[in-house]
């Protein structure tokens, strides 16, 4: 067993998400909305040693089996993620996280001031205009932001 | 040309090239020519939605002049005092409530992206009448209808943008506007009010831009000032407002040192940033954008409710 494997235990069902950018765990948690008030077991490694980076982060949350357009939203604070999906101890679902054009309802905008953030029945929309590093336009206020701005 | 304005939305300057621009100001040059009864038959029977959620009486009666010159109607909501923590119907039920009755919507509303939300929910055409401090579209049309009426073209001439650059919705329309026409373009501003971050970078490459502290340094080189009112509602800090409050001021004293043709304008209202003194002289064009103001929201009207006109 790896040296990686000893870092984190295996869980039998849930979300593994390996091959994190090193130190971006917590950001991971917090964009995918994962807090640990529901109860359920998360385990995090930080700056494990690894062949494909030299260094990773890893996440498990266990008994909660996310969606792509979930896992999508981590595509840009660590495009290198993957994704294992685990029953029964066994990866049954092995996927990248893909960033979309596209957010439509992840983020928030952070423009207190714009008109998403009212009580208007409405879905947050920002569409993606640069990669490295990430930007990101809100489609009502039209303000640019940062990846740290949405966090 | 086909009139690009027909059935269409008015929510960002930046929606519209610059040969449109220049439909819509041949066609405010043209409806002034028309007959009393042709130019009011061009909006006769149909009614304008006035929806103003943020104090303004100078654009509210400029569209609603526009709109009663050419032969419509307003109706109006006026609720200067709602804020998102005053709970009331919400902006999506207001707009659908109000275009069941109307051709035609006009919002003013202090949230950003108000506008663009309202076009969204609503079938009827939307004009932005200025969205927090993010567009005024129809103001930056005016503007430049102005100086070119005034002097012809606005290729090369320096225009300086004075005062709250960071909050002044009206800089940004007219910023983005102005980038059809190649003008060089000074913007004067205290440090913390500078032109936001994103709207440089929008710009870039698209016009020629530079960002100064004091006006008086480049007064001598200009074509045209517009000035600005740093808004006191825009400042999260009043602290901040009271620093910046009174940094750039036209007077003839100032105006001296430019040319004789150097023109000054202002999206009113004003309040201390240019004396009363300036009125009297050739410089001061403000009080005509108010007349251009009406003609081109006229123009404006007429090319979204008929297909020609
Ligand atoms: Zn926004």
């Known amino acids: 067993m790896s040296e990686e494997h000893l870092a984190v235990r295996r869980i039998r069902e849930g979300t593994v998400i390996d091959h994190v950018a090193p130190g971006t765990a917590l950001r991971v948690l917090s964009a995918l909305g994962v807090t640990g008030q529901d109860g359920h077991i998360v385990t995090i490694a930080m700056n494990v040693p690894s062949d494909k980076l030299s260094k990773k982060d890893i996440v498990k949350i266990e008994n909660r089996f996310l969606r792509a357009d979930e896992t999508n939203k981590i595509a840009l604070i660590s495009p290198s993620a993957t994704v294992n999906i685990i029953r029964n101890f066994k990866v049954v679902e092995k996927r990248n996280v893909d960033l979309p054009e596209v957010l439509e309802g992840v983020f928030h905008c952070p423009n207190p001031t714009c008109i998403s953030n009212s009580s208007e029945p409405l879905t947050p929309l920002l569409t993606v205009v640069s990669r490295s590093p990430p930007k990101l336009r809100c489609k009502y206020c039209t303000r640019v932001f940062k990846l740290e701005d949405l966090l | ?309």
């Open chain 2, 1 to 309: 040309m086909t009139n690009p304005f027909f059935n269409r939305d008015v929510i960002s300057i930046r929606e519209f090239s610059k040969s449109d621009l220049e439909y819509l100001f041949k066609t405010a040059d043209q409806i002034q020519t028309l007959q009393p009864n042709r130019r009011s038959s061009l909006a006769d029977g149909r009614l304008l939605g006035v929806m103003f959620f943020e104090p303004s009486t100078r654009t509210r009666l400029s569209f609603e002049a526009a709109m009663l010159s050419i032969g419509g109607q307003t109706i109006s909501i006026i609720e200067p005092k709602t804020s998102s923590t005053e709970k009331g119907e919400n902006l999506h039920d207001t707009v659908k409530t109000v275009e069941s009755y109307v051709d035609l919507i006009v919002l003013r509303h202090r949230m950003e992206g108000a506008a663009r939300y309202a076009a969204q929910v609503a079938e009827k055409p939307v004009i932005n009448g200025g969205s927090g401090s993010e567009e005024h579209p129809t103001q930056a049309m005016l503007d430049i209808y102005t100086i070119l009426k005034e002097r012809g073209t606005i290729s090369d001439l320096k225009i300086a943008l004075v005062g709250d650059l960071k909050y002044g919705r009206t800089v940004y329309s007219l910023l983005y506007g102005l980038a059809n026409f190649n003008p060089r373009v000074f913007l004067v501003s205290p440090p913390e009010l500078r032109l936001r971050e994103e709207a440089l970078s929008d710009l870039e490459g698209k016009i020629n831009l530079s960002q100064h502290t004091d006006l008086e340094e480049i007064v001598s080189d200009l074509d045209v000032i517009y000035m600005t009112r740093i808004q006191k509602e825009r400042f999260p800090d009043l602290v901040e407002y009271e620093k910046v409050r009174g940094t750039y001021v036209i007077d003839n004293q100032l105006l001296s040192k430019g040319r004789e043709d150097l023109m000054v304008l202002h999206p009113l209202p004003r309040t201390t940033e240019i004396k009363p003194e300036v009125d009297s002289t050739p410089h001061a064009k403000y009080f005509n954008q108010t007349i251009y103001g009406k003609t081109v929201r006229a123009a404006l009207i007429s090319l979204i409710l008929n297909k020609e006109i």
